[in-house]
Nanobody
């Protein structure tokens, strides 16, 4: 059974930083491209960053230059370093494969950027 657990969210002031972590189990992690997604209130879930099994990365224009995705295949984890956070980054953040696999969504971690 695949499990995905996101952590590291919280309340941060504009301009601050957070590092999200996603722990996975039950999947052959190293073969999958992994993505970080977010869903703000009233909006659709969107892909913000992804990383292939070879380490190539993609970023949505809205986070390019501020977010960095990384992975540790030995630990079956994927990370999202978020710097210079803005109020519009407020959302629940999820990780999943890219493209996403429906049954593998976790509970997400809330990120709130507010002064």
């Amino acid at each position: 059974q695949v499990q995905v657990v996101e952590s590291g969210g919280g309340l941060v002031q504009p301009g601050g930083s957070l590092r999200l972590s996603c722990a996975t189990s039950g999947m052959l992690f190293s073969i999958h491209a992994m993505g970080w997604y977010r869903q703000a209130p009233g909006k659709q879930r969107e892909l913000v960053a992804s990383i292939t099994n070879g380490g190539s990365s993609y970023y949505a224009d809205s986070v390019k230059g501020r977010f960095t995705i990384s992975r540790d295949n030995a630990k079956n984890r994927v990370y999202l370093q978020m710097n210079n956070l803005k109020p519009e980054d407020t959302a629940v953040y999820y990780c999943n494969t890219d493209p996403s696999n429906g049954p593998w969504w976790g509970q997400g971690t809330q990120v709130t950027v507010s002064s």
